[in-house]
Nanobody, 116 residues
Framework: QVQLVESGGGLVQPGGSLRLSCTASGRMIKINDMGWYRQAPGKQRELVAIVTSGGSTNYADSLKGRFTVSRDNAKNTVYLQMISLKPEDTAVYHC??????????WGQGTQVTVSS
């Protein structure tokens, strides 16, 4: 089992920035992809960004240029830097990883609220 714990969410004004972090712990086997999904009220969970163990990234098209995903493999941690935040970015942001054997893990989520 792998546990994912997110931090860094909160309330921010439109145009502001936030940095989310997520650290994996527990039975540590090889982690392949790490990244972030989000779910807004009344909507389905959607991809935000993924980074592979080799550093390749994949973003939701609508978020390119404002969101940056990165990871520190030595710390089993993935980050999400968000700038120029908009009210429509308000959502619960869930950390994600998959491991050797094809197992997917999710964090509990951290709330990001963009409001004046």
């Amino acid at each position: 089992q792998v546990q994912l714990v997110e931090s860094g969410g909160g309330l921010v004004q439109p145009g502001g920035s936030l940095r989310l972090s997520c650290t994996a712990s527990g039975r540590m086997i090889k982690i392949n992809d790490m990244g972030w999904y989000r779910q807004a009220p009344g909507k389905q969970r959607e991809l935000v960004a993924i980074v592979t163990s080799g550093g390749s990234t994949n973003y939701a098209d609508s978020l390119k240029g404002r969101f940056t995903v990165s990871r520190d493999n030595a710390k089993n941690t993935v980050y999400l830097q968000m700038i120029s935040l908009k009210p429509e970015d308000t959502a619960v942001y869930h950390c994600y990883c998959n491991t050797r054997g094809g197992y997917d893990y999710w964090g509990q989520g951290t709330q990001v609220t963009v409001s004046s």
